[in-house]
């Protein structure tokens, strides 16, 4: 009985972060940007330093009309926002976010489980374009799927690396084998890692698939009120569980510098917190690629350099054995 409520408080654990942290970091978002920019209405609504932002656009989304065009494929137009959402949902469960047990569900295989979830999650914007009925959220579903096959191999080459390093697929096992000497020479494979799960979360500046200014809103222009919601709700989710997942294979998770890992949890926090920093910081300080550029930098610049990080690990790994 007892083991049964210890997996209940760790995964109603999991699910409370999934609900809030993403509406920080939202709420977060608004405010870096509105400083970044000189944008000074999310600054006052609400009074003191804008806080009922993020519940004015709440209601926002609430009050707007539910619409399915006539055209649409009805099922899958309806789905398309669940399959992009809680593939993020099963990641956080096997994330280790502190020694021990402070995880929601032990797998031994953790890096290849994240990483073949995370691609079911790319598929919500594929149904959405294709399901919409509309020539323009078609193309921006093709420019996901394209985006996808490019930065799939480079993210899958750099985790590669940090599991042959430490011998292992769990991610908790990673965490325990880390060393703080692993960072200097890891971490060509952990800007490898962040760039193309930038890139499959289409976030600035590989927010080619949703180019407002020539697809009004890719996959996901036909969408309104909450299923809309849903999509941006899945959007904040990923940056989240891409800047912990990060925080885990390259940055040592819970282990803080100098041997100070009492704090546990709290390290690992901030360290996404911090990476969820930059995400923001590159929307607001770089323009958005071409299709041409995207793709020269996923086959002609990252995929080499995580072949070249996974050559060094094994190098490494060979010397010191």
Same mark, same amino acid.
Request: charged share 10%; hydrophobic share 60%.
């Given at each position: 009985?007892?083991?049964?409520?210890?997996?209940?408080?760790?995964?109603?654990?999991?699910?409370?972060?999934?609900?809030?942290?993403?509406?920080?970091?939202?709420?977060?978002?608004?405010?870096?940007?509105?400083?970044?920019?000189?944008?000074?209405?999310?600054?006052?609504?609400?009074?003191?330093?804008?806080?009922?932002?993020?519940?004015?656009?709440?209601?926002?989304?609430?009050?707007?009309?539910?619409?399915?065009?006539?055209?649409?494929?009805?099922? &899958? =137009?309806?789905?398309?926002?669940?399959?992009?959402? @809680?593939?993020?949902? %099963?990641? #956080?469960?096997?994330?280790? +976010? *502190?020694?021990?047990?402070?995880?929601?569900?032990?797998?031994?295989?953790?890096?290849?489980?994240?990483?073949?979830?995370?691609?079911?999650?790319?598929?919500?914007?594929?149904?959405?374009?294709?399901?919409?009925?509309?020539?323009?959220?078609?193309?921006?579903?093709?420019?996901?799927?394209?985006?996808?096959?490019?930065?799939?191999?480079?993210?899958?080459?750099?985790?590669?690396?940090?599991?042959?390093?430490?011998?292992?697929?769990?991610?908790?096992?990673?965490?325990?084998?880390?060393?703080?000497?692993?960072?200097?020479?890891?971490?060509?494979?952990?800007?490898?890692?962040?760039?193309?799960?930038?890139?499959?979360?289409?976030?600035?500046?590989?927010?080619?698939?949703?180019?407002?200014?020539?697809? &009004? =809103?890719?996959?996901?222009?036909?969408?309104?009120? @909450?299923?809309?919601? %849903?999509? #941006?709700?899945?959007?904040? +989710? *990923?940056?989240?569980?891409?800047?912990?997942?990060?925080?885990?294979?390259?940055?040592?998770?819970?282990?803080?510098?100098?041997?100070?890992?009492?704090?546990?949890?709290?390290?690992?926090?901030?360290?996404?917190?911090?990476?969820?920093?930059?995400?923001?910081?590159?929307?607001?300080?770089?323009?958005?690629?071409?299709?041409?550029?995207?793709?020269?930098?996923?086959?002609?610049?990252?995929?080499?350099?995580?072949?070249?990080?996974?050559?060094?690990?094994?190098?490494?790994?060979?010397?010191?054995?």
């Amino acid at each position: 009985m007892s083991d049964i409520l210890d997996v209940a408080v760790r995964l109603a654990a999991v699910f409370v972060a999934f609900l809030v942290l993403p509406l920080v970091l939202g709420q977060t978002e608004h405010k870096v940007m509105a400083h970044m920019q000189g944008r000074l209405g999310p600054m006052y609504a609400g009074g003191f330093h804008g806080w009922a932002q993020l519940m004015a656009d709440a209601v926002k989304f609430a009050q707007k009309e539910d619409v399915v065009p006539a055209g649409a494929d009805r099922r &899958i =137009f309806q789905l398309a926002p669940a399959v992009a959402l @809680l593939p993020y949902l %099963l990641v #956080l469960v096997v994330i280790p +976010v *502190g020694p021990g047990d402070a995880v929601g569900e032990f797998i031994d295989a953790g890096i290849f489980f994240v990483l073949a979830v995370l691609g079911i999650g790319v598929l919500g914007s594929l149904m959405a374009g294709w399901a919409s009925a509309n020539k323009f959220s078609l193309l921006g579903g093709l420019r996901t799927a394209a985006q996808l096959m490019a930065y799939e191999l480079p993210m899958l080459l750099a985790a590669a690396s940090v599991a042959m390093a430490a011998g292992t697929l769990s991610l908790p096992g990673i965490l325990e084998a880390f060393h703080w000497w692993w960072v200097p020479w890891q971490i060509v494979g952990g800007v490898v890692f962040f760039t193309a799960g930038l890139a499959e979360l289409q976030r600035p500046p590989f927010d080619m698939p949703v180019a407002d200014s020539e697809i &009004i =809103f890719g996959a996901y222009t036909e969408y309104t009120g @909450l299923r809309f919601a %849903l999509f #941006l709700f899945a959007e904040f +989710v *990923g940056i989240v569980v891409l800047c912990a997942l990060t925080t885990v294979l390259f940055l040592g998770g819970w282990h803080g510098p100098f041997g100070a890992d009492g704090l546990g949890p709290v390290w690992t926090l901030l360290k996404t917190a911090l990476l969820a920093f930059v995400v923001i910081w590159l929307r607001v300080s770089y323009p958005r690629l071409r299709e041409d550029q995207l793709q020269k930098l996923a086959w002609t610049v990252l995929i080499p350099l995580a072949l070249a990080q996974i050559a060094l690990t094994g190098v490494i790994k060979v010397v010191i054995q």
